[in-house]
C-alpha cells in the first residue's frame, strides 16, 4: 500500500512538471489582420482575429493602441460573419506610425483566457521586436484539481452503475456511486469557480454565456443521477437495477457535455464526431477502470464461485473497454498532433506522453488479471487483488493525466498561423543561379524582403554576391519602376526594407545579381494582397454576363467586366467604372492586362468609349483568364479590381 502511495505521487510530481511549463499558455489566436509585424500603405477599418476555438465576445477584450498608450478600437468585437472563428473589432482612422493589438479572449467553448500583443504598421515598418506576438498566463490554479475530482467522480459514478447492471458489482455499487457523485460534484464546482476566474467575471455573466449553460447543463445531469440513486436506494432488487442503469445514463451525460466543453468541441475535424469519439472513450475508461473498483469492493471477502463469475464477465467487459479506450485514443491523437516530436515538446504532448505509458502499465495489469487472476479467483483473490489494486493506482494518475489534457492548450492551438506573405522562386536565362524571396506581408506599402541566391548546380548559397530588386508594377504600366538594394543577411541571405509596393495589383520583382565581372537578373511575379471586393454576377438572358467587382477601400467604387463573348478566342471586354452611388466614375487614365493560368502578364489594347466606359481586345484561351482593370479617377483615386474567367473548351 505504502509502494502504491508513493507511486501515486511520484506520478503526480511529474505530471505536474510537464505541464509546467505552458500550461497556463493558451494561444488561442491562429492569425491576426492586420498580420503581426506587417505595414500597411493605408489605414484599416477593423482588426479580425482568427481564432483556433470559438470565442465568448461578451467576455473578450480586443484593444488598438498607439506608441502613446491611446485607445482607437471602436465598441466591443463581434462575431465575424460567416466564419464563426474570427472576431471583429472596428477601429477608427490610424495614421502613420506603429500601433499594438491586445486582447484578453476567452474561448466559448471551454473557457479558457487568453492574452497577448503583436504590433503592425500604417506607413511604417515595425520592429521584429515589436512585431512578436506575446501569450500571458491566464488560468486559474484550481482548474487541474478540480477537473481531476470531476473526472474521477465520473468514471467511479459510471463504473459502478455499470457493475449494478451487469451484475458484477456487490452490495457497495451504490456507496461507490455516491463517493463518484460526491466527487463529480464537488469537481463541478471548483470549476466553476475556475472558470469565473478565467473570464474575471461575475457568476450572474458567465451562466448568460455558453460557458455558463455548459456548466448547468453538467449540474442537472448530476442532479437526475442523484435522483436515480435515491431511488435504487430504496427499490427492490429488480426496480434497483433499473434505477442504476438510470444513473449510468445520466453519468453518461454530462461526461458528454464535459467532453463537448473541452478540445474536442473546438475541433477542426466534424466536432460532432470527435465529441462522440471522445465521449466513447471517456466513457470506455469509466467502465473499465471504475467498473473494476466496483468489481475490487465485490471481492473483499472469500473466494466464492460467484465471485469468479463476475470477475470472468468483468473481464470480457474490461478487454472491450480496452480496445474501445485504444481505438478512439488514436483518433484523438491524430487530430491533435502534427509530428511524433510534438508528443515532447509540448506539454499537451508530454501530458499525452504520460497518459499513454501509465494505459500501457494498467493493460499489462490488466493482461495479467485476465490471463492469471481471473482463472485463479475460484481458487484465491489475492493475485487479482493485488493486480487490481496496481491498476487503480495507475488509473489515478491516467486520470490525472486526462486532467492536465483539458486544461493545457492543444499543440495547434500553441502555435500562431504563419502570417500571409508572398514568395516567389525563379531562375535566370542562363540556369546559373536560383533564387528565392519572401516578403514580411503580403500587403501593398512599406515591407521587408528576403532574397536567398543560391548555385544552380551545387545548390550552395551564393555569398560574395551584391543583389538588388528592381519593382515594375505590371497592371500599371505607366508607373515608373522604382529600385532596392539589399544588404548580406543572416545564413546567406539578402535583406533590404522599403516602400517600393506602393500599391496592390502585379508586379514583376526582378532580382539583379552582380558577382565578379558579371552580373545576371531573375524575373519573379508577385501578387501584393487588397482587401477581396464583392463580387455579383449577373447573367440577363440574351446579353453578355456582367461581374461587378465593390471595391471596400474605394469608399464604395465598383468596376464592372462584361466579355462579349466567353469562349476561346478574340473577344471584346467592355469595362466601366462606377462611383458609391451606381454613377458614372470619371477616369482620366485606365489600364486593362491579361494572363492565362499561370502565364506572363500583358497589357491588352484599350479604347475609351466614353467618360467611364472602355472596350479592351482581349484574345482568350482555354481555362482561367485572369482580367484587371486599374483606372485612375480624377481626384486621384486608384481603382483596380480583377476577375477570373473560366472559359470552357470547345
Same mark, same amino acid.
Given at each position: 500500500?505504502?509502494?502504491?502511495r508513493?507511486?501515486?505521487?511520484?506520478?503526480?510530481?511529474?505530471?505536474?512538471?510537464?505541464?509546467?511549463?505552458?500550461?497556463?499558455?493558451?494561444?488561442?489566436?491562429?492569425?491576426?489582420?492586420?498580420? /503581426?509585424?506587417?505595414?500597411?500603405?493605408?489605414?484599416?477599418?477593423?482588426?479580425?482575429?482568427?481564432?483556433?476555438?470559438?470565442?465568448e465576445?461578451?467576455?473578450?477584450?480586443?484593444?488598438?493602441?498607439?506608441?502613446?498608450?491611446?485607445?482607437?478600437?471602436?465598441?466591443?468585437?463581434? /462575431?465575424?460573419s460567416?466564419q464563426?472563428?474570427?472576431?471583429?473589432?472596428?477601429?477608427?482612422?490610424?495614421?502613420?506610425?506603429?500601433?499594438? @493589438?491586445?486582447?484578453?479572449?476567452?474561448?466559448?467553448?471551454?473557457?479558457?483566457?487568453?492574452?497577448?500583443?503583436?504590433?503592425?504598421?500604417v506607413?511604417?515598418?515595425?520592429?521584429?521586436?515589436?512585431?512578436?506576438?506575446?501569450? $500571458?498566463?491566464?488560468?486559474? !490554479?484550481?482548474?487541474?484539481?478540480?477537473?481531476? &475530482?470531476?473526472?474521477s467522480?465520473?468514471?467511479?459514478?459510471?463504473g459502478?452503475?455499470?457493475?449494478?447492471?451487469?451484475?458484477?458489482?456487490?452490495?457497495?455499487?451504490l456507496?461507490?456511486?455516491?463517493?463518484?457523485w460526491?466527487?463529480?460534484?464537488?469537481?463541478?464546482?471548483?470549476?466553476?469557480?475556475?472558470?469565473?476566474a478565467?473570464?474575471?467575471?461575475?457568476?450572474?455573466?458567465l451562466?448568460?454565456?455558453?460557458?455558463?449553460?455548459?456548466?448547468? $447543463?453538467?449540474?442537472?445531469?448530476?442532479?437526475?443521477?442523484?435522483?436515480?440513486? &435515491?431511488?435504487?436506494?430504496?427499490?427492490?432488487?429488480?426496480?434497483?437495477?433499473?434505477?442504476?442503469?438510470?444513473?449510468?445514463?445520466?453519468?453518461?451525460?454530462?461526461?458528454?457535455?464535459? =467532453?463537448? *466543453?473541452?478540445?474536442?468541441? *473546438?475541433?477542426?475535424?466534424? /466536432?460532432?464526431?470527435t465529441v462522440?469519439?471522445q465521449?466513447?472513450?471517456?466513457?470506455?475508461?469509466?467502465?473499465?477502470?471504475?467498473?473494476?473498483?466496483?468489481?475490487?469492493?465485490?471481492?473483499r471477502?472469500?473466494?466464492?464461485?460467484?465471485?469468479?463469475?463476475?470477475?470472468?464477465?468483468?473481464?470480457?467487459i474490461?478487454?472491450?473497454?480496452?480496445?474501445?479506450?485504444? =481505438?478512439?485514443?488514436?483518433?484523438?491523437?491524430?487530430?491533435?498532433?502534427?509530428?511524433?516530436?510534438?508528443?515532447?515538446?509540448?506539454?499537451?504532448?508530454?501530458?499525452?506522453s504520460?497518459?499513454?505509458?501509465?494505459?500501457?502499465?494498467i493493460?499489462?495489469? #490488466?493482461?495479467?488479471?485476465?490471463?492469471?487472476?481471473?482463472?485463479?479467483a *475460484?481458487?484465491?483473490?489475492?493475485?487479482?487483488?493485488?493486480?487490481?489494486?496496481?491498476?487503480?493506482?495507475?488509473?489515478?494518475?491516467?486520470?490525472?493525466?486526462? *486532467?492536465?489534457?483539458?486544461? %493545457?492548450?492543444?499543440?495547434?492551438?500553441?502555435?500562431?498561423?504563419?502570417?500571409?506573405?508572398?514568395?516567389?522562386?525563379? =531562375?535566370?536565362?542562363?540556369?546559373?543561379?536560383?533564387?528565392?524571396?519572401?516578403?514580411?506581408?503580403?500587403?501593398?506599402?512599406?515591407?521587408?524582403?528576403?532574397?536567398?541566391?543560391e548555385?544552380?548546380?551545387?545548390k550552395?548559397?551564393? #555569398?560574395?554576391?551584391?543583389?538588388?530588386?528592381?519593382?515594375?508594377? &505590371?497592371?500599371?504600366?505607366?508607373?515608373?519602376?522604382?529600385?532596392?538594394?539589399?544588404a548580406?543577411?543572416? $545564413?546567406?541571405t539578402y %535583406?533590404?526594407?522599403?516602400?517600393?509596393?506602393a500599391?496592390? $495589383?502585379?508586379?514583376?520583382?526582378?532580382v539583379?545579381?552582380?558577382?565578379?565581372?558579371?552580373?545576371?537578373?531573375? !524575373?519573379?511575379? =508577385?501578387?501584393?494582397?487588397?482587401?477581396?471586393?464583392?463580387?455579383?454576377?449577373?447573367?440577363?438572358?440574351?446579353?453578355?454576363?456582367?461581374?461587378?467587382?465593390?471595391?471596400k477601400?474605394?469608399?464604395?467604387?465598383?468596376?464592372?467586366?462584361a466579355?462579349?463573348?466567353?469562349?476561346?478566342?478574340?473577344?471584346?471586354?467592355?469595362?466601366?467604372?462606377?462611383?458609391?452611388?451606381?454613377?458614372?466614375?470619371?477616369?482620366?487614365?485606365a @489600364? %486593362?492586362?491579361?494572363?492565362?493560368?499561370?502565364?506572363? %502578364?500583358?497589357?491588352?489594347?484599350?479604347?475609351?468609349?466614353?467618360?467611364?466606359?472602355?472596350?479592351?481586345?482581349?484574345?482568350?484561351?482555354?481555362?482561367?483568364?485572369?482580367?484587371?482593370?486599374?483606372?485612375?479617377?480624377?481626384?486621384?483615386?486608384r481603382?483596380?479590381?480583377?476577375?477570373?474567367?473560366?472559359?470552357p473548351?470547345?
Amino acid at each position: 500500500m505504502r509502494r502504491r502511495r508513493v507511486a501515486l505521487l511520484a506520478i503526480a510530481l511529474v505530471l505536474g512538471l510537464l505541464a509546467r511549463r505552458d500550461a497556463w499558455a493558451h494561444a488561442g489566436v491562429r492569425q491576426g489582420d492586420p498580420a /503581426p509585424g506587417s505595414a500597411l500603405g493605408d489605414t484599416p477599418t477593423a482588426v479580425i482575429l482568427t481564432l483556433w476555438e470559438q470565442a465568448e465576445p461578451s467576455l473578450s477584450v480586443v484593444r488598438v493602441l498607439d506608441t502613446q498608450g491611446s485607445a482607437h478600437q471602436i465598441g466591443r468585437p463581434e /462575431p465575424m460573419s460567416g466564419q464563426p472563428l474570427a472576431l471583429v473589432t472596428r477601429v477608427g482612422p490610424l495614421v502613420k506610425g506603429v500601433y499594438t @493589438v491586445s486582447w484578453r479572449l476567452v474561448s466559448a467553448v471551454d473557457g479558457h483566457a487568453t492574452s497577448g500583443s503583436y504590433s503592425f504598421g500604417v506607413g511604417v515598418m515595425p520592429s521584429v521586436a515589436a512585431s512578436a506576438v506575446v501569450s $500571458g498566463p491566464s488560468a486559474s !490554479p484550481i482548474e487541474i484539481p478540480a477537473r481531476f &475530482l470531476l473526472i474521477s467522480g465520473l468514471v467511479l459514478l459510471l463504473g459502478a452503475a455499470g457493475a449494478g447492471v451487469a451484475r458484477f458489482g456487490g452490495p457497495g455499487d451504490l456507496r461507490l456511486a455516491a463517493g463518484g457523485w460526491i466527487l463529480a460534484v464537488v469537481g463541478l464546482l471548483l470549476l466553476a469557480l475556475a472558470q469565473r476566474a478565467n473570464a474575471d467575471t461575475s457568476f450572474a455573466s458567465l451562466f448568460g454565456t455558453s460557458i455558463g449553460r455548459s456548466l448547468v $447543463g453538467r449540474a442537472a445531469a448530476l442532479l437526475a443521477a442523484l435522483g436515480a440513486l &435515491l431511488a435504487a436506494r430504496r427499490a427492490g432488487l429488480e426496480r434497483r437495477r433499473a434505477a442504476t442503469g438510470v444513473v449510468g445514463l445520466a453519468a453518461a451525460a454530462a461526461m458528454a457535455l464535459h =467532453v463537448a *466543453a473541452g478540445h474536442a468541441g *473546438a475541433s477542426s475535424w466534424a /466536432p460532432a464526431w470527435t465529441v462522440l469519439a471522445q465521449w466513447a472513450h471517456f466513457g470506455a475508461i469509466g467502465v473499465w477502470l471504475g467498473g473494476l473498483a466496483a468489481l475490487l469492493l465485490a471481492l473483499r471477502g472469500a473466494p466464492s464461485a460467484g465471485g469468479a463469475e463476475a470477475a470472468r464477465r468483468f473481464s470480457r467487459i474490461a478487454t472491450a473497454g480496452l480496445l474501445v479506450a485504444a =481505438v478512439t485514443g488514436a483518433i484523438r491523437a491524430i487530430e491533435e498532433f502534427s509530428s511524433w516530436g510534438e508528443l515532447l515538446s509540448t506539454g499537451y504532448g508530454r501530458a499525452a506522453s504520460a497518459k499513454i505509458t501509465i494505459l500501457l502499465g494498467i493493460a499489462a495489469l #490488466g493482461a495479467f488479471n485476465r490471463f492469471k487472476g481471473v482463472p485463479a479467483a *475460484a481458487i484465491t483473490l489475492r493475485p487479482l487483488r493485488r493486480a487490481g489494486l496496481g491498476e487503480l493506482s495507475l488509473a489515478a494518475g491516467a486520470l490525472l493525466a486526462t *486532467a492536465v489534457l483539458g486544461a %493545457v492548450p492543444t499543440p495547434a492551438s500553441a502555435r500562431l498561423a504563419e502570417p500571409p506573405v508572398l514568395r516567389a522562386a525563379g =531562375v535566370d536565362f542562363g540556369t546559373t543561379v536560383r533564387v528565392r524571396l519572401a516578403t514580411g506581408s503580403n500587403q501593398p506599402g512599406p515591407n521587408r524582403f528576403t532574397v536567398n541566391v543560391e548555385d544552380y548546380d551545387s545548390k550552395a548559397p551564393v #555569398g560574395d554576391a551584391r543583389v538588388g530588386l528592381r519593382f515594375t508594377p &505590371l497592371d500599371d504600366p505607366g508607373v515608373a519602376p522604382t529600385s532596392l538594394a539589399l544588404a548580406p543577411g543572416p $545564413g546567406g541571405t539578402y %535583406v533590404g526594407s522599403g516602400p517600393n509596393l506602393a500599391f496592390d $495589383g502585379r508586379w514583376r520583382l526582378s532580382v539583379l545579381i552582380q558577382r565578379g565581372g558579371g552580373s545576371v537578373e531573375v !524575373p519573379l511575379e =508577385v501578387e501584393a494582397w487588397a482587401a477581396p471586393p464583392f463580387l455579383s454576377v449577373e447573367r440577363p438572358t440574351g446579353q453578355a454576363t456582367r461581374y461587378t467587382l465593390t471595391l471596400k477601400r474605394g469608399m464604395g467604387d465598383s468596376i464592372r467586366f462584361a466579355p462579349e463573348s466567353e469562349r476561346p478566342g478574340k473577344s471584346q471586354v467592355y469595362v466601366t467604372f462606377y462611383d458609391l452611388l451606381g454613377e458614372d466614375r470619371i477616369i482620366d487614365q485606365a @489600364v %486593362v492586362t491579361a494572363a492565362q493560368g499561370d502565364g506572363p %502578364v500583358s497589357q491588352v489594347p484599350l479604347r475609351r468609349i466614353d467618360r467611364c466606359r472602355f472596350v479592351a481586345e482581349v484574345d482568350l484561351a482555354p481555362g482561367r483568364n485572369r482580367l484587371a482593370a486599374v483606372g485612375h479617377a480624377n481626384d486621384g483615386t486608384r481603382l483596380r479590381a480583377a476577375v477570373d474567367l473560366d472559359v470552357p473548351a470547345e
